[in-house]
């Protein structure tokens, strides 16, 4: 076998590294770093994408005070809090318990079960997204459907709707509905997370525990939770980052206009519109840049709350 | 990896008080994991069944729960209504060149960054790890403009291109490289007289197959559902994706949601199986981050 490239091609080991990392380099550089900045850029500029890149007009601080101001902007956000809030703690609270379970009494199964709460993960959110708004629809969907009979029986039935819920057009219905879909998406994801790190606590500490008396309800508040702390950091800051940046689902479910009473419009579908519905691509680049200081701060401030005990 | 688990809290060690109270509250836990289960796959199979009725069936009191026989009809009202094929064909194509490019990129930065050293490594490495955990809103506006700038709006390689620069592609092959590549092979062929880049071609990259068919796999999916991307880009029916074209047959007033349906399974289905064939390695390559 030939182990010989023509001489053009030998590079010294020096320069090596160089040349292999400059395809990815030069991708990352231009469509990775550049935007980033460029969009800092155009965070202080107003421009109309109709009238070409020379018509982009120095305005200073105008385009966040903008924002800042900007009724719908706070709106989004809320509304962006609220779906974060909703679909991530029940992610995490039934993700828990549920991997500690899987971990402890499934063997054969156990992969199985894993992959039909992971699947939803690796699918479309707009195919999914296109197939809840069946499922939500008001008269005829199936989720009303099953509301319904569930009503019938009794004490759980007293704390259903009483009648059929308009999912999609209600302002005080959308979100739940968008949660539920974002909840059912993700918690699998997060069930994978906590059963590998269920996997590296030492089985030695539940066999003392059990030595001691301890109760498996005991054995989860005293060992399971706080071993898997880092991995709940770990899961919460990625539910942040993403509850945060929540876009396709109420995108799809609202038709891309928010919902009635902009009830569903989060910060990443009103940046959306800013740019390519308002053309106001200023204000959308500024209002990024202060959806993205939030996120970091949420990030930080949860690294802080999850250290705390250690110290 | 599950068959050799020991169970911390092992039947063998259940206390003799175990009383039928403790044995039911275990039964009625695994019914209702089991019942999750069937929650999770649900909306998957009423997607199917849906792609196999009309639009006046899916909406009729009580809906479908079974297959019936209109799904050629409407696969059909798709091909009228959009360039359904075409749409699916480009899926494909950019799905297939953004893996292409990302393997061969990553895999040869990722080797850059397991085996060489060389100056700023450290903070290139870093920088690139940071964009991982950027928001993807942050690029959607700029990346537009990148575009129009480019010329690239309503061009397959708008999406395919700027996909290889992963920077989870980085991670994920300098994480396998430096694990599992052994640097004595490396010098070994070094001091036989291969080249720098005959060393990655024959002795790293055929070492590297694992790795790779993780982050083709991952890679492909991710650029299959890629939403955001194409809507920013796509202007013509004739150049949208398929999660893009599903998104252009809603309407308020006259949605064809059979053939929606139909859409929306075609459209799923690879990914069904995809993920059947090969669950392991896709849960484990997406979470690797976390798990290290």
Known sequence: MRLSLPSFLRLSPRYAP??????????????GLFPLLF?????????????????????????????????WFWKSLRN???????????????????????????????????????????????????????????????????????????????????????????????????ATIVFWRYVGFNVVLYLAALQTIPPDLYEAATMDGAGRFQQFFHITLPSLRPMIFFGVTLSVIGGLQLFEEPFILTGGK??????????????????????????????????????????WLTHRAFRRKDD | ???????????????????????????????????????????????????????????????PMWFGNDFLNNVQILTQRLPFWRNLGLSLYVGLCNTGLTLLFCSMGGYAFAMYEFRFKKALFGLVMGTMLLPSFMNMIPSFMIMDLLGWIDQPRALYIPGAASAFGIFLMRQFIASSVPRELVEAARIDGCGELGIYARIVLPLLKPALGTLGLITFISSWNNFIGPLVVMRSPEMYTLPLALRSLQSPVDTEWGALMAGSAIATLPLIVLFALCSRQLISGLTVGAVK
């Open chain 1, 80 to 178: 962006t809090a609220w779906l974060a809030i909703a679909s991530g703690v029940p992610q995490h609270l039934v993700a828990i318990p549920l991997a500690t379970f899987l971990h402890l009494a499934f063997r054969r199964w156990r992969n199985a079960m894993v992959g039909a709460y992971f699947l939803p993960y690796i699918t479309s959110s707009v195919a999914i997204a296109i197939l809840f708004s069946s499922l939500f629809s008001t008269d005829y969907g199936l989720i009303n459907l099953a509301i319904a009979t569930l009503r019938e029986l009794p004490l759980l039935g007293a704390l259903l709707p009483q009648a059929a819920v308009d999912w999609l057009n209600d302002p005080d219905s959308l979100k739940p509905a968008i």
């Open chain 1, 39 to 71: 969009s800092l850029y155009l965070a202080f500029h107003s421009w109309e994408p109709t009238s070409g890149l020379g018509a982009m007009h120095w305005v200073g601080l105008d385009n966040f005070s903008f924002a800042l101001q900007d009724e």
């Open chain 1, 258 to 299: 928010g919902g009635s009473d902009q009830a569903g419009m989060t910060a990443a579908v009103y940046l959306y519109r800013n740019a390519f519905d308002f053309n106001d691509f200023g204000a959308a680049s500024a209002m990024s840049w202060l959806l993205f200081l939030i996120v970091a701060a949420l990030t």
């Open chain 1, 18 to 31: 160089y040349a292999l990392l400059a395809p990815f380099l030069v991708l990352f550089a231009v469509f």
């Open chain 2, 1 to 63: 990896m599950s068959t050799t688990m020991p169970t911390p809290t092992g039947t063998t060690v259940r206390p003799a008080s175990a009383t039928s109270g403790a044995l039911m509250s275990t039964w009625s836990a695994y019914l209702l994991v089991g019942a999750g289960a069937l929650l999770m796959l649900a909306p998957f199979y009423f997607m199917f069944v849906f792609a196999t009725h009309s639009r006046t069936e899916i909406f009729s009191l009580p809906p």
